[in-house]
């Protein structure tokens, strides 16, 4: 993969095919791989870029907890498009990836056709009752013990893993080696970067473009905020992905592909 550094960060990311732009950002400790379905499936017809966020995948991982906010992932995204000399392009985030589309689509409106946004918010979603305590654990394991002591705790006591385990036993794995692949740093960071985060619900509005919302039937506590997102973008439509849950670009990756190719056609740029 190609590196950009950014301001000291190593950035990496991955460009395949020709044509319209098309821009995947991957959510929390996942990374530009989450997409390698949609990358076989769109390179040959557009110009598909992938980013490994800061902390994550390939790219490095800063140590202070003030290099690491939804703000400067958008910048790094930014950078990238700026060094690969797009001026429009469709961008699609899944979860964390979404808040930076979000708030992409609101600094850089200009350079948008079109916006995807897979299993996410606008800032408003549904947490277990105590999640600050199960997440304090988790960054406590993560420092001490590591990643997969972390992801073990996730696994036994978080009432939604367990629950998606236990309907899809085969995620298990491959949640556990997204995880293996996130640094220290990037976890527990970023989950704060995300928790501190303002909500942009009341600037939906200004979202102009066309904007296609997938919703993973099974993901429940992102239902109120998927609608959300379509009552309050202009241009917005909200399909439902049945038998998948919060990934549906991998769980479910043909019906998604499917519906996200018929999207992008009608897009113009």
């Avoid at 299993?119 to 600050?132: F, I, L, M, N, V």
Wanted: proline share 4%; charged share 25%; aromatic share 8%.
């Amino acid at each position: 993969m190609p590196v950009l550094n950014i301001n000291g960060v190593r950035v990496n990311y991955e460009v395949a095919g020709e044509g319209k732009a098309v821009v995947l950002i991957h959510g929390y400790t996942g990374s530009s791989q989450d997409w390698s379905n949609q990358m076989s499936a769109l390179s040959p017809t557009y110009r598909v870029i992938t980013v490994d966020l800061r902390g994550h995948g390939k790219s490095s991982a800063p140590s202070r907890e003030m290099d690491y906010s939804i703000e400067l992932f958008v910048e790094d995204v930014h950078s990238i498009l700026n060094h690969l000399n797009i001026e429009k392009c469709c961008l699609v985030g899944h979860s964390l990836g979404g808040f930076i589309a979000l708030e992409f689509a609101l600094k850089y409106p200009e350079l948008l056709a079109g916006l995807v946004l897979v299993d996410t918010s606008s800032g408003d979603w549904d947490r277990p009752t105590e999640y600050a305590e199960l997440r304090a654990k988790l960054d406590e394991l993560a420092r001490a013990q590591g990643m997969e002591a972390a992801f073990n705790y996730d696994a036994a006591n978080n009432p939604l893993r367990i629950e998606r385990f236990k309907r899809h036993p085969e995620l298990r794995e491959t949640s556990r080696r997204k995880v293996l692949m996130t640094s220290v740093d990037g976890y527990i960071y970023t989950a704060r970067a995300m928790g501190q985060w303002k909500s942009v619900t009341g600037r939906l509005s200004e979202i102009k473009v066309p904007t296609c919302i997938f919703w993973g039937e099974e993901d429940t506590p992102f239902l109120e905020a998927s609608r959300t997102l379509r009552d309050q973008i202009t241009d917005a439509e909200l399909i439902t992905v049945k038998g998948s849950g919060h990934s549906p670009h991998e769980e479910s990756s043909q019906v998604f592909n499917e519906k996200l190719v018929s999207f992008l056609g009608r897009i113009h740029y």
